[in-house]
């Protein structure tokens, strides 16, 4: 497939004004429009919070943290989705610092290796998640590298300044808290560090802000949507969509500190009456289990990334809840959010169009002739990678350009088709196959169980795929028939299958394939050199 570039729809002229501000600024300007007393965010407790209320506490936390850090310092936050991650993110952007969103589920090593790469000195958590999330020893470890700053003792020590600040800063913003460029990193996450220590992704101002654009650009709300959000903000996807987004555009937001909660969040979404969800595939197939027929009947779409979105869960949702699921696609790098279908225009097993102001193009992949690696380029693309070994420096693109490491194929409508990770293809006798697709069959014929294919060395054909599987009693003839009837070549059909109690999932939502294919080796007795 020829690498020529395709170009999206345009950004409005509007939105490209929009994208020349800070978040911080954008935040303000969205409490003038919608009004200081308009309830925005509902908090995990039930606690609703208006836009008055979260600036007034953004303002006073900016004055204890103005004391305790130094100018343009990063700041790692390390709290559970709710409010008070949304004002702590808030409150350092208004002190002048940069805040990095830290995955408490990621573990010490990636977590030091976070904060000798961003770097920062000053994380900020509050006890009560400590101690609910039992998370003490880590604590006692990360403290080796970084003072930790808990909310609770913040609030205490507000002081005077903090008063003031909390006072005269809606009026005064210009005086009481430092002008950011649009183009200044305006937040760092981190790659997961599956493939050596992780990696920090500076994203600007202007790229999660033009990301907000471009999602309200390509999704129709309606002015009564209420959006619930379980997804962590140490995601990229929970961070910019599922909780700057709505707080941006002025749709109230209820936000859960976990998507593991399933009866709970069945509960909540019932309770606020939400219309629109953040999920993932796995997360909401085990959300509608969990609910009664009419648990989530007030939601209208559900919108899931992170994993391809099953036929099945599309059905169930639409039989039992009459909703629509919108299967989008993003990575970190892009702030997150890339492609999405869009409502009332869903094509199954694609991720629908680009979002407006991005452009693609796909490099040739050896054995795939109908399909690229997708590179992207528009207002939302990073800034640069933060490597460990040049801690604090930004590495800018080239030309802009960034390369996802996905392989996709796009029809002639321009729907966009992930076909799987460059790194999630075994080449068997010569022919590539995609684990994806291996996936895909095993969905088709035990919709009720969760499927993941490994990569293993093979001593004769150099590799093989092995399918693991939380069904009880898998039989490859079965998915050999099925492949066979759906023209899929028997070569993507794997010779092994595993059966386990369960596959490992991340913080994320996302499957752990980092420990799928230890599971596989171990279950063929594959000792690494």
Same mark, same amino acid.
């Given at each position: 497939m020829a690498d020529a570039i395709l170009k999206s729809e345009d950004l409005s002229g509007r939105a490209l004004g929009r994208m020349q501000?800070?978040? @911080?600024?954008?935040?303000?300007?969205?409490?003038? /429009?919608?009004?200081?007393? =308009?309830? $925005?965010?509902?908090?995990?407790? *039930?606690?609703?919070?208006?836009?008055?209320e979260l600036r007034r506490a953004a303002f006073a936390l900016s004055s204890p943290l103005r004391r305790m850090t130094n100018a343009g310092d990063t700041i790692g936050i390390l709290l559970p989705t709710g409010a008070g991650a949304v004002i702590t993110l808030l409150a350092i952007h208004a002190a002048g610092r940069t805040p990095a969103m830290l995955n408490f589920t990621a573990g010490i090593k990636n977590l030091k290796a976070a904060a000798n790469t961003a770097p920062f000195k000053t994380?900020?958590?509050?006890?009560?998640?400590?101690?609910?999330?039992?998370?003490?020893?880590?604590?006692?470890?990360?403290?080796?590298?970084?003072?930790?700053?808990?909310?609770?003792?913040?609030?205490?020590?507000?002081?005077?300044?903090?008063?003031?600040?909390?006072?005269?800063?809606? @009026?005064?913003?210009?005086?009481?808290?430092?002008? /950011?460029?649009?183009?200044? =990193?305006? $937040?760092?996450?981190?790659?997961? *560090?599956?493939?050596?220590?992780?990696?920090g992704v500076a994203l600007s101002h202007a790229n999660i802000l033009a990301n907000i654009e471009q999602i309200e650009q390509h999704v129709n709300l309606l002015p009564t949507d209420?959006?619930?959000?379980?997804?962590?903000?140490?995601?990229?996807?929970?961070?910019?969509?599922?909780?700057?987004?709505?707080?941006?555009?002025?749709?109230?937001?209820?936000?859960h500190p976990s998507p593991l909660q399933t009866k709970a969040i069945a509960r909540r979404i019932f309770e606020s009456k939400s219309t629109v969800l953040f999920a993932t595939d796995t997360f909401l197939q085990h959300y509608m289990r969990a609910s009664t027929d009419d648990g989530l009947s007030s939601l209208r779409i559900a919108v899931c990334g992170a994993e391809?979105?099953?036929?099945?869960?599309?059905?169930?949702?639409?039989?039992?809840?009459?909703?629509e699921v919108l299967e989008g696609y993003g990575v970190t790098e892009c702030a997150p959010v890339l492609a999405a279908n869009q409502p009332g225009d869903i094509r199954s097993g694609t991720i629908g169009k680009m979002l407006p102001g991005i452009e693609t193009r796909l490099e040739p992949v050896e054995g795939l002739d109908d399909a690229g690696r997708l590179w992207v380029r528009g207002p939302n693309i990073m800034k640069g990678y933060i490597s460990p070994d040049t801690p604090g420096q930004v590495i800018p693109l080239d030309e802009g350009w960034h390369d996802t490491g996905d392989v996709v194929s796009v029809n002639e409508e321009g729907y966009y088709v992930i076909r799987g990770r460059m790194k999630r293809f075994a080449k068997i006798g010569g022919e590539m196959v995609s684990l994806t697709v291996v996936e895909n069959c095993a969905a088709a014929i035990?919709?009720?169980?969760?499927?993941?294919?490994?990569?293993?060395?093979?001593?004769?054909?150099?590799?093989?795929?092995?399918?693991?599987?939380?069904?009880?009693k898998p039989k490859r003839a079965a998915l050999l028939a099925w492949a066979q009837s759906h023209g899929v070549p028997e070569i993507s059909v794997?010779?092994?299958?595993?059966?386990?109690?369960?596959?490992?999932?991340?913080?994320?939502?996302?499957?752990?394939?980092?420990?799928?294919?230890?599971?596989?080796?171990?279950?063929?007795?594959?000792?690494?050199a």
């Open positions: 501000r800070s978040v @911080f600024d954008a935040f303000l300007d969205a409490c003038t /429009a919608h009004g200081a007393d =308009t309830k $925005i965010v509902t908090d995990g407790d *039930g606690r609703a919070f208006s836009y008055g994380i900020i958590t509050a006890r009560k998640f400590i101690k609910l999330a039992g998370l003490s020893d880590l604590i006692a470890q990360l403290s080796d590298v970084a003072e930790i700053i808990y909310l609770e003792d913040l609030r205490e020590n507000m002081g005077l300044g903090g008063k003031l600040r909390a006072i005269l800063g809606p @009026f005064m913003p210009q005086i009481f808290t430092p002008r /950011a460029s649009a183009d200044e =990193t305006g $937040i760092i996450l981190f790659t997961s *560090g599956t493939e050596g220590n992780p990696k209420i959006f619930f959000n379980p997804l962590p903000t140490f995601h990229c996807y929970g961070l910019t969509a599922g909780t700057l987004w709505p707080i941006l555009s002025g749709h109230p937001v209820v936000l391809r979105v099953r036929d099945e869960t599309r059905k169930i949702a639409e039989q039992r809840f009459s909703m035990w919709p009720d169980h969760m499927h993941a294919a490994a990569i293993v060395p093979d001593k004769r054909k150099g590799e093989q795929i092995v399918l693991l599987t939380d069904h009880p794997p010779k092994k299958i595993i059966s386990v109690e369960s596959l490992p999932v991340l913080g994320t939502g996302k499957l752990d394939y980092v420990s799928v294919t230890a599971m596989a080796k171990n279950g063929l007795g594959i000792v690494d």
